[in-house]
């Protein structure tokens, strides 16, 4: 018997013995720095000669790893493998399956710190986002693991018709194309994998460019916990390439991805186009980008929602699909909301995160992302007042670093306050009143995360009408959600609202068959 699932603690950097072990980490993972790492398909490890860089973004000299970069052709023998696998593994029994995620989860948190210290290092999180990074990726597996044992016979869901001995069964897709982004570069990859392979299926797993490193060990993970060959096959090269083939493919049933509004709505329409020999319709899993909204009404603990707000905004340099990057403030309280919020940022570090575990802020992930970020700060000096920030922080190794920046009173409607930044950039929006708060609130494309903080039970319970969000949080911050606690996907453009982390989230991997025997 399974004890129950209790969400994964995070670590007390405050105590020295703590800060020791990380720090020990940090010095095994960078004796490792600059390997070579190959294609796994079907448990072979295959060398090209064509190679791609996974670099530090707080030094971007500094290499992380060199990575296979494989082809259209790598794609489609590993998808050859994983259906092939798929012959065997979709009747290894759910118990069995869910054993090699209680596995693969032993072995992540026996060596949490390392893990926590590759995204440190190849992503520029902060010791406490990475650490949270990797306690989501642990409960994920034994999350996941008790779900999977849960729904695997559901036939004592229904209603006796005797003679007729009755069954329902979920049973796998097939093959799935898995396409993380590099943000939360572990959690997601390993939540998508091991969603797809302890419901019966087989995957070709391919991590964004930017996090081929954790991609590998958390896919290194699975393999030692001892899963088949070519149950979960792994492949790197350029995502316009191998993601588009894999989400192409015949043979691929479903997508699992997480990623870009841009891209999740290209592979929407690939994969809705029936290719020779295909003979069933891709199921596609999309979670998407964000707008996030914090509103705050007159009623609020301001200070309360002042600290969430900055929090929700920069944790890890604002790169949160789940950031508050909107605060949308009711006009009676927004001078003194908007004042606080600039005094807790000013108070943000920011800097490289290997060296101690009190930087709260790191680089942001490479130099296309900075590009875009300061493209919009000059966009956001049309459209708003430059309260904090606005200027690359220039460091003697080149890193990719961008202050938290705030701009104030900016129309709802500008491009800052509709469009994803993905960076460190928080909006500020000034309402008439509640209602005019939310109807803002409500105005983007987007529907992923979203907060209120007042003390009035009556808006309470019109945010929880009318806010159109898939995860609505009150009083508290948009960020941080917990598997099995906030099942977490959003709405509209945001994706397909697959509830990752919550009790439903694994149907989307499976199909039903209801069996009817007449005895
Ligand atoms: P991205 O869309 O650029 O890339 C995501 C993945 O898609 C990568 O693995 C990439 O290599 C691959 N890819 C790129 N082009 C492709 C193509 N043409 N076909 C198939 N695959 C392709 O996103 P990103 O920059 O890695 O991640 C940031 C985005 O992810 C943000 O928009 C963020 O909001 C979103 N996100 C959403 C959630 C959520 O749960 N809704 C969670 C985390 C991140």
Redesign the pocket.
């Known amino acids: 018997m399974l004890p129950e699932f209790r969400n994964e603690p995070f670590t007390n950097f405050s105590l020295p013995e703590n800060q020791a072990a990380f720090r020990a980490a940090l010095t095994i993972v960078k004796a490792q720095l600059g390997r070579t790492y190959p294609l796994v398909i079907n448990g072979q490890r295959i060398e090209l000669d064509k190679v791609s860089e996974s670099i530090n973004p707080a030094r971007p000299k500094e290499v992380i790893g060199y990575f296979a970069e494989g082809d259209v052709k790598s794609v489609d023998q590993a998808v050859a493998a994983a259906a092939e696998a798929f012959k065997t593994w979709q009747y290894v029994p759910a118990e069995e399956r869910a054993r090699y995620l209680l596995r693969a989860a032993a072995e992540i948190r026996r060596r949490k710190h390392e893990f926590s210290a590759v995204m440190v290092l190849e992503v520029g999180k902060s010791w406490f986002e990475a650490d949270a990074d990797t306690a989501e990726a642990i409960d994920f597996l034994e999350y996941y693991a008790r779900q999977m044992m849960r729904i695997a016979d559901s036939s004592n869901q229904l209603t006796s018709y005797p003679p007729e001995h009755l069954a329902l069964q979920y049973i796998p897709l097939g093959v799935g194309a898995v396409?993380?982004?590099?943000?939360?570069p572990c959690a997601?990859p390993a939540g998508l994998v091991a969603a797809a392979i302890v419901a019966g299926n087989t995957v070709v797993f391919?991590?964004?460019?930017?996090s081929m490193l954790c991609g590998y060990i958390v896919a290194e993970a699975f393999w030692d916990a001892g899963l088949p060959p070519g149950v979960l096959n792994f492949v790197t090269g350029?995502?316009?390439v191998?993601?588009?083939r894999?989400?192409e493919h015949p043979k691929t049933r479903f997508i699992g991805?997480?990623?870009?509004?841009?891209?999740?709505i290209?592979?929407f329409n690939?994969a809705s186009v029936v290719q020779p020999g295909q003979i069933w319709l891709k199921r596609t899993i999309l979670?998407?980008?964000?707008k996030d909204a914090v509103l705050v009404d007159e009623t609020a603990n301001l200070e309360a929602a002042a600290q969430g707000i900055v929090s929700g905004a920069f944790g890890f340099q604002g790169?949160?699909?789940?950031a508050g990057s909107r605060a949308i403030i009711v006009n009676d309280v927004y001078d003194h909301v908007a004042g606080r919020i600039v005094e807790l940022a000013k108070e943000l570090s920011i800097g490289p995160t290997d060296e101690t575990n009190e930087m709260d802020m790191g680089p942001v992930?490479d130099k296309d992302?900075m590009r875009k970020i300061m493209d919009y700060i000059e966009i956001g000096t049309q459209e708003g007042q430059l309260l904090l920030g606005g200027q690359r922080l220039e460091t003697p190794e080149g890193g990719y670093f961008i202050p938290p920046t705030i701009f104030g009173d900016v129309p709802g409607d500008a491009r800052i306050a509709q469009e994803?930044i993905?960076g460190p950039v928080l909006t500020l929006i000034r309402a008439r009143d509640f209602d005019d708060a939310l109807a803002i609130a409500n105005s983007t494309e987007y529907g992923?995360t979203g907060s209120l903080f007042s003390q009035n039970g009556a808006r309470l319970e019109q945010a929880r009408r009318e806010f159109h969000v898939g995860n609505l949080y009150l009083n508290r911050k948009s960020t941080g959600a917990l598997v099995g606690v906030h099942p977490?996907?959003?709405f509209n453009m945001?994706?397909t609202d697959s509830k990752?982390g919550g009790p439903d989230y694994l149907l989307l991997y499976t199909q039903a068959k209801s069996i009817a025997e007449k005895l």
């Open positions: 396409i993380p982004p590099w943000n939360f997601i391919k991590p964004a460019s930017q350029p995502g316009e191998l993601g588009a894999m989400v991805f997480t990623g870009s509004k841009e891209v999740g290209e592979i690939k979670e998407m980008g964000g790169q949160k699909c789940s992930v992302a994803e993905f992923l977490f996907g959003g945001s994706g990752t």
